[in-house]
């Protein structure tokens, strides 16, 4: 139940009216207006909701705004008293220590704890301070380096000159100061929160979908189903294959079937439960194998007839296999001193970004939709919603906020056409946020991958032929699958001279969430291949690994096996300085490690 309250923020006295119950963070941005603190987990395991109760650190997303009262909160926005920047924060912009920004006010006041208590901490005290504050962007060390240097009392002055200087980042003020805008930090008046009703089964058919009982809920606005939107339409990266919202049958666990808002994020999560879904369950793929087998059940009936950005093979459970020969290999292998094939495979990765999807729309009186989320392409969310919901991209205006990590899992569409949706529905704006579990269950990370890798050699230490097969499992949905497919197999030869190669790549549908962009789609997968191999031929024939690598490099005018005839090469010498930095071949030091892998990228 609301009631007024007294809280003490920044120095100020403010009143609110809000649910004892509420969490402050959520006190503090929504109802405050305080969007310093962020929500990166909601669960205590982030610490960008970090902020000051009686000057000390609290993950704000587990205090509840009833216990605070007459407490001093202390947020990013309140910690210099003349509006400039502290110290702290100065160091912070000079040294460096900002990359995306999301986490960076929380990791700021866990700082200024620190300092409060301990004005010349040593680096292990510092690491141990910001423990609790997790940075997926930096690796710690510059953030490390700031809070030393203001410490020490170290003038930190920000650089700005000609090229060749450190520069400081343009939006590192905003940054630190709290006052840079995500995906979630807007608000509008009489905004409703969204929540989206997601598939429990792996693969089944829709039988029906009842919205009563939760539109029946005091306090719920708005559903959607699937049955409401235009049918036939679909969008993609590569292979025009998903809609917004399942209708038929649902092919993963967390694929959104439904759409509620609702007057707060809680109701809207009871209304999104109270949602019934009757479902006639179908076997489930649940991997490759499966999916590639003779008799598999099919996740895409209709693979055939989508539409595509670009034409690749498609067959049974493959939404793209694609062949690249050059040259005899089969011949070449057989007359090779050597050959060796190895299996490599690799699993699901979430990129990890801490900031996670968030989107707020509104709709005018003429129904166009403006949109404001956290995506790092928001001229091909227009698209896609274009696509997708059969509205003319003038109906369809995307703002893009700061992005609080991205990693290329948000090159994709995320809640922005439920958001858009629902503001529709409703008439009002429409915030929605996806939790960390909806994250890992119905996001876009790396491709799960089955790399075979056969390679033959001579003793002359020479690599005469490669084959190989790629297997990218790309979930429920094509995604980029197509794309990262063709990367892989461009990237599972190396940076080395072979004349001949036979590969051939696959992005395979399973009943899993749909695989995306992570860091270079594909490439890690098939880099990880091709040079643990490297590495084994290596070891197995008694040859050093760098003098390998450097007897196949590339040179300048090789042919490369889809025919691209190669320019500027430098391969040999980054091979040779890489060496030279790590003193390779030398003896190494106890818990120690030297490795070596070489690749490159389109
Ligand atoms: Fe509070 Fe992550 S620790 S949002
Ligand atoms: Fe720390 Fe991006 S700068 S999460």
Redesign the pocket.
């Known amino acids: 139940m609301k009631r007024g309250m007294n809280l003490k923020v920044n120095g100020l006295v403010r009143e609110v009216y809000a649910n004892p119950g509420e969490t402050l963070l959520f006190c503090l941005r929504e109802r405050l207006g305080l969007t310093g603190a962020k929500e990166g987990c909601g669960d205590g395991e982030c610490g ?1 909701c970090m902020v000051l109760i009686d000057g000390q650190p609290r993950n704000s997303c587990l205090v509840l705004v009833g216990d605070v009262e007459n407490r001093e909160i202390t947020t990013i926005e309140g910690l210099s008293a003349d509006g400039g920047l502290t110290p702290l924060q100065e160091a912070f912009v000079a040294k460096g ?8 006010p929380g ?1 700021v006041v866990s700082a200024t704890a620190l300092l409060s208590r301990n004005s010349n901490p040593s680096e292990p005290e510092i690491r141990e301070a910001i423990a609790g504050n ?5 690796g710690y060390a510059k ?1 490390v380096e700031a809070i030393r240097a203001a410490a020490c009392g170290e003038q930190c002055v920000r650089e700005d000159g000609p090229l060749g200087t450190s520069v400081a980042r343009l939006d590192a003020v905003e ?1 630190v100061t709290g006052k840079a805008q995500f995906g979630a930090d807007v608000s509008r008046p009489g905004q409703l929160w969204g929540a989206v009703v997601r598939s429990t089964r792996p693969h089944a058919r829709i039988v029906g979908i009842d919205t009563a009982r939760a539109l029946a809920m005091p306090g719920v606005a708005a559903a959607v189903t699937g049955a409401e939107l235009t049918p036939g339409l679909y969008y993609g990266v590569d292979l025009y294959d998903q809609q917004v919202l399942a209708r038929d049958k649902v092919r993963h666990v967390g694929e959104p079937v439904a759409l509620v808002a609702a007057e707060t994020p809680e109701l809207a999560a009871e209304a999104a439960a109270a949602v019934e879904v009757s479902y006639e369950d179908l076997p489930p793929v649940h991997d490759i194998d499966v999916a590639l087998a003779p008799d598999a059940p099919l996740v895409h009936e209709d693979l055939l007839k989508y539409e595509a950005g670009w034409n690749a093979i498609r067959e049974g459970n493959a939404c793209s296999a694609t062949y690249i020969t050059r040259g005899d290999t089969d011949a070449a292998l057989a007359a090779c001193d050597r050959v060796f094939t190895h299996t490599f495979e690799t699993q699901i990765i979430h990129q990890s ?3 996670p999807h968030a989107s707020l729309a509104e709709a005018d009186a003429d129904g166009k939709v403006t949109i404001w989320t956290t995506n790092q392409k928001p001229f091909a969310v227009r698209r896609y919603m274009s696509h997708a919901l059969g509205w003319p991209m003038t109906k369809i205006r995307v703002i893009g906020m700061h992005i ?2 991205g990693f290329g899992g948000k090159l994709e569409m995320g809640l922005e056409p439920f958001a858009a949706l629902l503001a529709l529905k409703s008439r009002r704006p429409v915030k929605m946020l996806m939790s960390r579990k909806e994250e890992f269950q119905a996001a876009n990370p790396r491709h799960a991958s089955r790399i075979t890798v056969t390679t033959g050699v001579n003793r002359d230490m020479k690599m005469v032929a490669r084959r190989a097969e790629v297997l990218l499992d790309t979930g429920a949905y094509s995604g980029n699958g197509p794309t990262a497919v063709g990367l892989a197999m461009f990237l599972v030869t190396g940076p080395y001279h072979l004349d001949h190669v036979d590969l051939s790549g696959k992005a395979v549908y399973t009943n899993k969430a749909s695989s995306g962009s992570c860091r270079g789609p594909g490439g890690p997968q098939a880099v990880f291949a091709g040079e643990s191999q490297i590495d084994i031929i290596a070891r197995e024939m008694g040859w050093d690994p760098l003098a390998f690598r450097l007897a196949n490099v590339v040179e300048e005018g090789d042919v490369l096996g889809a025919g691209q005839r190669l320019q500027d090469v430098g391969v040999r010498e980054c091979l040779e300085q890489a060496a030279a930095a790590v003193g390779w071949g030398r003896e190494e030091e106890p818990d120690e490690g030297v490795g070596l892998a070489c690749s490159w990228w389109t």
């Open positions: 960008a220590a900002i990359q995306c920004g999301f986490c960076t990791l997790l940075c997926r962007c930096t953030i940054k970004y801490i900031e609080g990590g």
